[in-house]
């Protein structure tokens, strides 16, 4: 669509945890039906040299359906910056996201995880609705990623 700006949501929270915990969580792909809210299947389509995925495709509930869609992990920054980007699917022309992890300079054993995402639904929606929804979405993600981090410590 021309003239289509496509915006990032950002959340961050604190959790009780080091950047290495949180990264072990977040690129654990394969446990993520597990806690990740909607997100009902994950395969592991390739792995890269050191065994992690670079690339997994998921099926989620998404819009009252369900929707696949596989995206490609970027690794380079670990432990403290994981992003990924959309390889295809089937609702979406972009699903772009990163967790980056750092340590509290004030509260030991404190890290403050910041989360983005881009979502570029197929369908077009209203931005208003477009930004409504992608922050709920940023938010509930980041909330269960930080019981799942605080669990597995």
């Not at 389509?45 to 670079?54: C, F, K, T, Y």
């Not at 209203?126 to 930080?146: D, M, N, Q, S, Y």
Request: net charge negative; with cysteine; charged share 20%.
């Amino acid at each position: 669509m021309p003239g289509a700006t496509t915006e990032q949501a950002i959340e961050i929270a604190d959790v009780a945890a080091t950047p290495e915990q949180c990264f072990a969580v977040a690129s654990d792909l394969s446990a993520y039906a597990e806690w990740a809210q909607g997100v009902t299947s994950v395969t592991v389509d390739a792995l890269d040299e050191q065994g992690r995925a670079s690339r997994a495709t998921f099926e989620a509930e998404a819009v009252g359906r369900t929707t696949r869609y596989t995206l490609d992990y970027d690794y380079s920054g670990a432990p403290n910056h994981l992003s990924w980007h959309l390889a295809k699917g089937d609702l979406m022309r972009r699903l772009d996201g990163s967790y980056h992890f750092e340590p509290s300079a004030n509260q030991p054993g404190i890290t403050e995880i910041t989360y983005s995402l881009t979502i570029d639904l197929a369908v077009p929606l209203p931005g208003f609705v477009k930004r409504r929804a992608e922050a709920k979405i940023v938010a509930a993600a980041l909330r269960h990623f930080c019981r799942r981090v605080e669990s597995s410590t």
